[in-house]
């Protein structure tokens, strides 16, 4: 068994309205100097060694992403 | 008598509740996210809606805004709120009522007419009710599942806080099948559903919706 | 490095990648002649987009004429506003003024169906504001593929989704629509939304850019580079997109909506509106800037000057093509007196809402765009606006239309016996085109602003416009494609006759028609003969009707390889009640001993039935016939009706038959009823025929013999059918049997769940 985590963050070109919100709110709180804010997701995956890399990537590009707003990053941590 | 209702950006049903406070009869007064000043209202409704587009979370950034600051001084001295729908998760992330509304149990936006159970009519927002009277009211939202943790779910029915439970389905998954509950002074109300969407059978479901509106009245005159 | 005219002027034979940004040679060719040089990168970019079969209906526009040669100066006389504006405008009296339009984001919700329906309910909420007017609430008409097709649940519920994702969050009531299923959609899902909005006649705003020395305001959200190129994907026959002529990767061909934005872009509009500073307003669109400011410019009585590297922008290194082109969703443009700037910056603030002086309106006719003051569009507005070419495409018959009707549905097995006939009927209720659509509009928020009167799933949805007099207006949308494909001409003006009828049926008086002509690739003759057809029935039946078309939309280009998906012109019809407290609701039962009247003539009619489509997959024949004279007379009858407090309920009949518009009444009013079927009529006929201009009504035994006599002497064929039950909890009908209301209601509301739930 092993934990691959999989990030899903909007594309850099794509509005991202929950981001700009938080961006927002922050100098309203008080909290300067926060340029940018960019929301997305965080996947967790506890997967068998029999996951490779390639099915990995499929799941996260056909599945937890949608490849046409989003990008994905996948990493494999220690369990 | 005046109640005030407040508009944060992205407030849908600030329209909708200042027409049921005129509809029991008192003034209706609009109030503003950016104003520090409750204009000697004597009882304050949080409208229902997507402040600041829930992005965070639903009612995350609405309860920093500048007239809650003012709207949790005067509850804690005792004035009645009322939080529908966007408002009862603006008073949760704020911490007047306990609990949180999560995302509903089935993933999707909901909108129906809901019958409800009136748990406890000695709240300020429900004593126009009888204890057990059931209503029909419009329920429509995304994040309605309500959820506390053991404790405080136990205290909540031990005390006869919940206000309000969904009967005859329960349409998004609430732990107990809760659709409102109250502070344990019972002033402070949240509930999913939307009364002020239930004043007339013309434009709602029943006019079920406008006795929290009237019962408000009743318990600032007699506070 | 950017290209001015200047540059432009010093390399006239510098190459241009015209071709990939849509246009035709003879086109460049135009647009060089135009300009008595190439044009810049810029100005390529604008003209490209603008000419493109979307902004410029240059397929289209050529069948107008039907438009202007029937509509009468009575008709003209309603019409605040009409075709060429961003919406029609209708008086609707006591000085109101209401404003509704129907578009289409077809080929977007394809390729991302949650965002491409989310920003299709944008855009047309923001043409609904540049008229001056406060949305009042959306309807989305959707088509999809076959239910059990594996791509439709991905299609249909992300297109669900994202309408109400929206629309909820802006704080709009979808009051209606449809949802309509055919394997010809499958790759082509179709997303018309409509918006209906009211104002005050004297607040009327119109797309003008007068006064030299008015300043031009963009306001809203931040420029992107979101959807460039996309508005020529619309409307092109493939999704490869382009690249805006600059180098840069290719970029999605999505545009992605924040509602939140748009809700407060609604309010800090209205209250523009309300203090009288704005002298004229755009929404931006497709097409983006480069469609605001020549629209605006060509509109107006001057030239005008724009500072493109004053827009706020969210993306880096955008250039002034890319800038032009984006599609970056909630946008307006204004222009202002100088004197109103400051206030006009003051309201944009209390809402947090950007707003960025970048131009004015200057002397002359010229549209100048300058970036860090170097000229980098100098063109005649109107050339881009207005003046773009116009094709008059062949047009031939299609091969098959003529074997199409002659295989008409004669030969189809009928159910006979009462057995049969009732499992036709609940099989029937539960077919997804005709099951209860409540897993879909429960998606959506009715109530919000609390002027819904009807909704989902009443025929019309009426919305109250004065909270005083009680004055609303209904609204309908309708076409079945299957009708339209046996006869484009008869089968749009029974898409007219159905939005008519059901606008009718609630007591609320038919006043005014827009449209939303969904067709496949105008360069195929017999998808533009069925588009003229189309066009001509819809003009002429609307001139028989007495109510104009007020304004419309053309989406071609859906089709998957030669295959056109059914033509598909989606008819709205806008009515006026005086006060909603009159209308007629849909289910049976609110008063006791209603009894059940059928108004209008059975016939045997099948073709294109939803009945011959469900059981035996059959598509051939003729429509029904369409009588738009009787059709005006069963709606003058249901409003008089009304008015004398004469109809308990009312519910036309269309697909599925009488015995739909039965199961559907009994469910909706939770009451059962006993049907006596006419005994000199087969029974099957007159229980799935989709005969047009008919209407079950209920009205109370005390007003039968009024409403009878009225019909009789207007003569208005009407037959006495049944009583409502409120005791059985039955659907009993004479010589078929009974159908007690949960089995019927878990055949209508389970298919949609189960399907997509």
Known sequence: MARVVVDVMPKPEILDPQGQAVARALPRLGFDGVSDVRQGKHFELEVDDSVDDETLAKIAEGFLSNPVVEDFVVRRVAS | MRIGAVTFPGTLDDSDTLRAIKASGADAVALWHGDADLKQVDAVVLPGGFSYGDYLRAGAIARFAPVMGEIVDAARKGMPVLGICNGFQVLCEAGLLPGALLRNAGLHFVCRDQWLKVENNTSAWTTRYDTGAEIIVPIKNMDGRYTADKSTVDELEGEGRVVFRYTGGNPNGSLGDIAGVSDATGRIVGLMPHPEHAIDALTGPSDDGLGMFLSVLDSVVAA | MIDTVDNAKGTPDQDQPYRELGLKDDEYARIREILGRRPTDAELAMYSV?????????????????????????????????????????????????????????????????????????????DIMAMGARPLAVMDPLRFGAPDHPDTRRVLSGIVSGVGGYGNCLGLPNIGGEVVFDPSYQGNPLVNALCVGAMRAEDLHLAHASGTGNKVILFGARTGLDGIGGVSVLASETFSGDEGGTGRKKLPAVQVGDPFTEKVLIECCLELFAEGIVVGIQDLGGAGLSCATSELASAGDGGMHVELDRVPLRATGMTPAEILSSESQERMCAVVRPSDVDAFMRVCAKWDVIATEIGEVTEGDRLVITWHGETVVDVPPRTVAHEGPMYERPIE???????????????????????????????????PNLASRQWVTEQYD????????????????????????????????????????????????????????????????????????????????????????????????????????????VSFYNQTGSTAILPTPVVGVLGVIDDVRRRIPTGIGA???????????????????????????????????????????????????????????????????????????????EVGARVFLDPDQDPFVQLFSESAGRVLVAVPRSEELRFTEMCTARGLPWRRTGVVDPESGTLEIQGVGELPLPELREAWEGTLPALFG
């Open chain 3, 591 to 669: 008063e006791a001993g209603e009894t059940l009247l059928l108004l209008g003539e059975t016939r045997d009619e099948f073709g294109g039935s939803e009945w011959a489509h469900e059981v035996h997959g059959h598509l051939g024949g003729l429509p029904p016939r369409v009588d738009l004279a009787r059709e005006k007379l069963l709606g003058e009858i249901l409003v008089a009706g009304s008015r004398d407090g004469m109809i308990s309920a009312a519910h036309d009949l269309s697909d599925g038959g009488l015995a739909q518009t039965l199961v559907e009444t009994c469910l909706i009013g």
């Open chain 3, 446 to 553: 009715r109530y919000v602003r609390g002027g819904t009167v009807l909704a989902q799933p009443s025929d019309s949805g009426m919305i109250r416009v004065d909270e005083e007099t009680g004055r609303g207006v209904a609204l309908a949308t309708d076409c079945n494609g299957r009708f339209v494909r046996l006869d484009p001409y008869v089968g749009t003006q029974l898409a007219l006759a159905e939005a008519y009828r059901n606008v009718a049926v609630t007591g609320a008086t038919p006043l005014a028609v827009t449209n939303c002509l969904n067709f496949g690739s105008p360069e195929d003759p017999a998808v533009m003969w069925q588009f003229e057809q189309a066009v001509r029935g819809l003009a002429e039946g609307c001139k028989e009707l007495g109510i104009p078309v007020t304004g419309g939309n």
């Open chain 3, 397 to 431: 018959r299609p091969a098959d239309q003529d074997s199409l009707q002659a295989a008409g549905p004669e030969s189809l097995a009928r159910p006979s016996t009462p057995d049969d006939l009732r499992a036709e009927i609940l099989r029937m209720a539960a077919s």
């Open chain 3, 50 to 126: 603008m000419w493109s079969e979307h902004c410029s209906y240059k397929s289209s526009k050529v069948h107008w004429k039907h438009w202007s040669a029937n509509t009468t100066p009575e008709m003209k006389a309603k019409m605040l506003a009409g075709i060429g504006e961003n919406a029609g405008v209708v008086d609707i009296g006591d000085g109101w003024a209401v404003t509704f339009k129907l578009e289409s984001h077809n080929h977007p919700s394809y390729v991302e169906p949650y965002q491409g329906a989310a920003t299709g309910v944008g855009g047309i909420v923001r």
